[in-house]
């Protein structure tokens, strides 16, 4: 899984618009920043025994504000599951989300899954500057895999998410 550090780093690699990276419960301590990217923990800081947890599982969030005051929310979990309460109480309205399941569970993909709808949703250059567009061809790229099995196509088509088109700029990334 990746740590904090790393999402940081490969989100300004890919040109998003990155403005928290943390557990689901310090996010009522962050001030919502519209057109502004989040990748979000689904644990909390502490256990209930006020140990520190180590993360399980990485979401996206983005909120997009228009000049004419319509406000955009969209969730992905690469789970296809809706946002957690935390979620929608920091946002503060209804948050849709993508109900396409394209992880499996033996899969540890869920924060470059996150990076690369966030990627793909900010900076793709063949998006269509709509939210929800761009969400859906984003999607369509993957297999449901409660309707699929071929998990392996939905790595792939991840993986390409990370490669360079210059061979010059490419790093050793270990992906996934």
Known sequence: MLNDEQIEDLAIRMDIPLVFVGFKDNLANEKLQYNK????NMENEFDDDGKPNDGSHWVAL???KYPNGNIEPIFFDSYGTSP???VKKYVGQYVPYSKKDIQSLAANFCGWASLAFLHYINAFDRRTHHLYSDVEDFLDLFDDLNKSIDWKKNEYILKMFFQSKDPS????????
């Open 62 to 64: 983005q909120v997009n």
């Open 37 to 40: 990217s989040y990748i979000i």
């Open 169 to 176: 700029k490419r790093r050793d990334i270990e992906v996934f």
């Open 84 to 86: 957690p309460e935390a």
